[in-house]
């Protein structure tokens, strides 16, 4: 967190500016490093606006899928508007030991 590197006088400064703790962290993690610090210039603007287009659309491409987790280990993923087949549940059930899969770790 930047609250831990920030001096008193950046703080006055920031707040005279207008400048908010979360712009500086921001201005930190996108722009470009400079001699005295970080600038963000208008292609780091448009860098960020493009990766952020991009994750909303992985985002939207994992609508309906799901991941079943035993523990903290990944066993199968699957759409969930498909109907699974009962072997899928079989083979969790003999290799995990699970007498109702789809229960465990419900969110």
Known sequence: ????????????RMAQHGIKIED????????????DGQFV?????QTFEH????LIERVWRLN???VVLVGDRVVTAYHTSRPK???????LISEWGWDEPWRHRAR
Do not use: N
């Not at 500086?24 to 001699?35: D, K, N, P, R, Y």
């Open 1 to 12: 967190m930047i609250t831990e590197v920030l001096t008193q006088h950046a703080l006055i």
């Open 24 to 35: 500086a962290e921001l201005i930190m993690m996108i722009g470009t490093e400079v001699e």
């Open 41 to 45: 210039r208008t292609k780091d603007c």
């Open 51 to 54: 990766a952020v287009k991009q």
């Open 64 to 66: 309906g899928k799901r």
């Open 85 to 91: 087949s009962v072997s899928c549940y079989a083979m």
